[in-house]
């Protein structure tokens, strides 16, 4: 109040003091209550209308975990529903020496704090010793990395099975260790191991479970599904908040392929492409494709060498693992990897080793290829079978064409030496169908001239062999057959090359695009895409995707094809096919020897067959690719075998058609020869048993002298080859004991069958249509020295073992 | 007559300013702080009830203290003047401040409020101090020595410069800006001196000292710029070259405020409170509110703290007296200064200083300072003469 007074006073400067203070407010209220507010706002606009795009994605990345959903991937199928690949889930077992080094300090903590634990002290060579015991390991390893204490993630055993897992948990739980984990992965299973391996190619462990090859690769996307991703927030910690924001996007498992190919089929190529393989000392492997001619379905695509898709690294083949060892001792080189190294400064050894290590991975790789998409061969012989269709589908020829060979032919704008039959001495006059059936070099050269370059080329077109066959599977070249210089450009196909080609010659397709057009020529003439998958299903059973045979043209005519079916039914029915010949079937087929750019002694035997003739169930195509000659430039292997289609591919491929038919259930059809049921004889008086056996066409002998028959051998129902010999016991014992098999390798018919006969023994013989001195027994269905009952049919598979000629 | 201009009308824009604020900032503070509250395994309420119990005593304590004659004041400046510069030194003394890792000594315990800075009273204390002194700037007798003193000419100099008669502000804040560096407390220092020489200007101080003393301060603080304060430096150009020396808290502010947007991922939506941004509920709440209300709410809250810097002005302007007039400008001016550096910082706008955002930050006893502040705002507004209200 005095203040006041007094203020009242002095009020000059009280009054220019208020002033000051007014003035100077109101420079504050500028500054503070509007001026500072302005660089605020700025940089906020600056970071939440500018950068915003920036710090929202930094943000989103540090807030949220993205969480994999891994995708089953989907089973592989044979057409029966077998499964052919499939996942599993495996374990790997890993250290965390961080963790383990923690857990034995605290066992020690324990200890020294008094409290004696019950269970043993956790070391490391405890852990070390334990471990390897269960998982097969070395100790000494597992101490390796047990001291490697900064360490949080050793993995000391990769893909381990629940039951070794469960072995490691039972370890850990029990000792009370922390530290060993067994985090959960995938592995890829074949059960069938090698069965179809290089068509269904593998998955690579270590490009994250993706296929590395065949279908595998092919149908990538599609059998591993979409692997599902959980995005969640979760805070610094890295701890998911589920609550609080959450995004799932699906996965999806891998959806299930059903393939064409028959596991059985498959298996019976396997295993003839392998028996041959032996047989005839082949050098490069071969193929075998069957094929349903009527829709395309790929049955069967054995090749070889071959691997267990279990192990692709894997070496087993054992031509392979010569090659590999020859290499090793020094008996090759790999000269061009060698050479190159030294070049590069290596030393001998290093080079070595390079090339060692080249050799080691073209053999994986050739093991891994589906040679027979992706490489080439002259057909040879085989074509005929097309240059056949073509030129009965344009009339050029007829059954009552005849053509004659003298053993060389003559061929306009030729200059060279003639050009020559498989038969040296000619064939002669022979039908169209003889000429086939001799697979008649002068013949086709004939058919092909009347055919004419152009006819011969559209239909060169027309059976797909300038184009790619569409099959779903990868492999197949997308180069043009003519600009890589495998089959003549129209423009510059010469009269000459007109010839060669005729016998299938001097051009280059895949064995698929045989195999493929060869189809058209004995299914009505119908080119069909070939294809491996079937179906593809997803996880709920829904058919995603189903393949229908596709027809890509009509090449020729039912008639025509028809007429090819006998043509080619007379090859193996006594001409150069006839080693293929089974009892009881009807097959077709042709022959085929192929020279190779890689020297005269690399040949490959081909025989191209399908059955019934009548109705075509089956179409194969079997190959052996370079039978070591005895010696460089002879005709037969050491083993005795001819080298040509007709004496090595074809028996195989009876052999396998057999096989095949059977297992289609295509009955047999027996002619004279061909067996008969036994009937049931036991009671009847000798001669009505006489008169029922001879309505079957068997012949007997009787033992005993009873009035009726009181036993027989064999017993009724079983089957035997017609006219056999039944024997009738009149009151007589029936001997039951067993007898031996001899062995009749080696043996012509009638020598086999006298030989069985001496031991109660029926003899079938498949393998040849006739049974001529030249023509031997080289295999026995039941071994030398087996013993059997009485009466038991052995059946015996002769092959014609005389030379043949070259192009068969 | 006094009476019953002390029975005057609040200013109410003034007042619902300040209730609006601290009702969002409490909200904020739940929003903010729940989070934290959980992983420390507290109830997520937990500082959210804490905040809203001193919010609503804090209020309490502004309502009071805008019943008090402002004038009262006057006398008790120099008492909370001692009081403050005691507190200033306990607070040094071991024992007393809260033990923490890191020796800073700012905080005193109190038992069933938690813990309280002596510089918060600090600033009151100066401003109140300095207000009642300079009110009474024009009135207050020279200092008159004996002409024959030794010293007379040059007092007599002083004086007509006009230093001679802010040598005891000097010497008030030297002493406290002295206790202050012990602490240390660079960031409270910073707020001491603003407020006072908000008063200090506004009184009509001649320029030429704020720029004298700007510059002896700028050289100060170059001289202390040792390494601690340099990094800072360091940080505040490129907070991602130095995410372990304290980057880390400022990109965690700027990745939050930037997610924001426009309108924000909405309240309560907040994902950067997931233990990224280091105390959220504190001095960087403003980062969360960015987030949770985007630049349109941020701006609404800043616009509120304007006007509230505004409104504060505009009564300083109306006051009665010279005392309630300097008084409301220095703690309107060092309410806006602590907003602006707070949200500067948090913005990277500046190097960062640990200054808490009035009405939002979490902390008790800062909040109920900050309302008795507000309440003495209000306590001058009820004493603005009716004829001044045009």
Redesign the interface.
Known sequence: ?A?RK??RV?QQ??H???R???V??????AV???A??I???V???Q???R??D???E???E??TGDSVVAAQRGVIYDRNGEVLAMSATVYNIQLSPKEILACQEAYADDVKNGKEPDYPEPTDEFIASNLAQILGLEEEDILKRLEKTYSMYEIIAQRVDEDTRNEVLAFTTENHITGIFTPPTTMRIYPKGSLAAQVIGWVNPNTENTGAYGIEAQYESVLAGETGRIVT?????GTQ?LY??ENYYDGMDGCDLELTLDSKIQSFCENILAKGIEQFEVQDGGFCIAMDPNTGEILAWANSPTFDANDPWAVSDPVLLQYLADIESGEYTKEEAYQKALAEGATTEEARDTAISAAESEVLYKQWANRSISSTYEPGSTFKSIVLAAALEEGVVSESSTFYCSGVAQVDGWSGPPIQCSDRDGHGTQTLAKAVANSCNPAFIAIGQALGAEKFYNYLEDFGFLEKTGIDVLGESNINPVSAGLIWDRDKFTNVDLAVASFGQRFQVTPLQLITAAAAVINGGHLMQPYVVSQVTDTDGNVVQHTEPTEVRQVISEQTSERCRTILEGVVNGGTGHNAAVEGYRIGGKTGSSQTLYGSDYTIVSFLGFAPADDPQVIILLAYNSPKPAAPGANTTAGGWYISGGNMAAPMAGELLEDILGYLGVEKTYTASADVLVPNLVGLDLASATASLEKNGLSLRTVGDGAAVTGQIPAAGASIPGGSQVVLYMGEEVPTDQVTVPSVVGLTAAQAEEKLAAQGLYMRATGASDYSSGVVAYEQSVAAGTSVDRGTTVEVRFSDSSASGEGL | M?EQLARGPMDLPFLMLVVLLTGIGVIMVFSASY?TAY?EGRDPTFYFFRQGLFAVAGLAIMYVVSKINYQTFRWLSVFALILAILLLIAVLIPGIHTDRSDNVKRWIAVPGLGTFQPSEIAKVAVIMYFSSRLS????EKPVRLSPRSPLSGVVGVLDRIGLLELVPYGLILLLIVFLMSREPHMSGTLLILAGAA?VL????IKLRWFALGASALAGLLLLVMQDYQSTRILVWQDPWSYKQDGGWQIIQS?????????LGLGLGKS??K???LPEPENDFIFAIV?EEL??IG??VI?IL??LL??RG??I??HARD?FG??LV?GI??LT??QV?LN??VV???IPTTGISLPFFSYGGTALMIQLAEMGVVLSVSRQIPPTKQE
């Not at chain 1, 100077?24 to 209220?29: H, Q």
């Open positions: 109040m203040e007094h203020r002095v400067p009280d220019r003091a208020n000051t203070i007014l100077r407010t109101l420079i504050l209220l503070f209550g509007v500072v507010f660089p605020l706002f940089r906020l606009w970071i939440q209308i950068d915003y920036r710090f929202q930094l943000a989103v540090q807030q927030a979760k805070n610094a910690d908040m609080q924001y | 006094e989070a992983y009474k700037r024009n009135t908000a200007f506004a009184a009509g700027l990745y939050a405020i930037g997610s924001g947007g426009l994902r950067q997931f233990l990224y960015c985007g630049l941020a701006a800043l703290f304007a810097v505004i002005y505009w300083a302007i010279r007039a300097l400008v309107t001016t806006a200064v602006f949200i500067a913005t990277n706008l």
